[in-house]
Each structure stands twice: as structure tokens, then as C-alpha cells.
């Protein structure tokens, strides 16, 4: 079973980065995936996530500039972010639980994180 995230980098305030995900080895369209990032020094926190059934959450700040998006085809969980402000900057980390929470979260599935960093 194994996670991988790509798409970061460095991007100017107000600008927009697209992240990936790919899962392999396992059937994640049963899945609930979600986006977390953790910035230095901070907890690692949600950004959003989506259900099996498509069921979206956003934490507040990603509403109205982040989209989160699947492909069960794929096995690809999206992650379109505009409107991009320094606090964004963080490792940007895909999860897949069986549930959506924070508890079974941590207990999931997760890549090893892509960089994105909001800066001039």
C-alpha cells in the first residue's frame, strides 16, 4: 500500500499549485482521502477531505481557494489550491482511512509529503 504526493513547489502569493496523489496496492475508491499539511514548528492540520460517496469537508481557510477532487479510476486524489497565501507554506500529505476523522486518519494510509512553500 503506498501514497505518493507530487506537484509542490514554490509559488508567489496569490498564485495557484495543483498536488496529486497516487495510490497503489489497494482499491482506494472505498476510501475516504484527505489533504493535511504541517508547517515548521506547528501540529499537523486538515485541509479537507473526501468520502467514498463524495462527501467534501473543508477546514476553514481552504474554503473558497482549495478543491479537492478524486479519480477513483486513477487510484488519484487532487488537490487544486489558488489564491495561495505564505500560511499555506507547508508539507502537503495525502491520508486514506476506511472512515473520514481524525482519529482513524491516523491510523491510515500516508505519503511521505510534497513541499509547497507561498512566497515572494
Known amino acids: 500500500v503506498q501514497l505518493v504526493e507530487s506537484g509542490g513547489g514554490l509559488v508567489q502569493p496569490g498564485g495557484s499549485l495543483s498536488l496529486s496523489c497516487v495510490g497503489s496496492?489497494?482499491?482506494?475508491?472505498?476510501?475516504?482521502m484527505g489533504w493535511f499539511r504541517q508547517a515548521p514548528g506547528k501540529e499537523r492540520e486538515e485541509v479537507a477531505h473526501?468520502?467514498?460517496?463524495?462527501?467534501?469537508v473543508y477546514e476553514e481557510s481552504a474554503k473558497g481557494r482549495f478543491a479537492i477532487s478524486r479519480d477513483n479510476a486513477k487510484g488519484t486524489l487532487y488537490l487544486q489550491m489558488s489564491s495561495l497565501k505564505p500560511e499555506d507554506s507547508g508539507t502537503y500529505y495525502c491520508?486514506?482511512?476506511?472512515?473520514?476523522?481524525?482519529?482513524?486518519?491516523?491510523?491510515?494510509?500516508w505519503g511521505p509529503g510534497t513541499q509547497v512553500t507561498v512566497s515572494s
Open positions: 491520508a486514506a482511512s476506511p472512515v473520514c476523522g481524525t482519529v482513524a486518519f491516523r491510523s491510515g494510509y
Open positions: 496496492g489497494d482499491d482506494y475508491s472505498t476510501y475516504c
Open positions: 473526501i468520502d467514498d460517496d463524495g462527501t467534501i
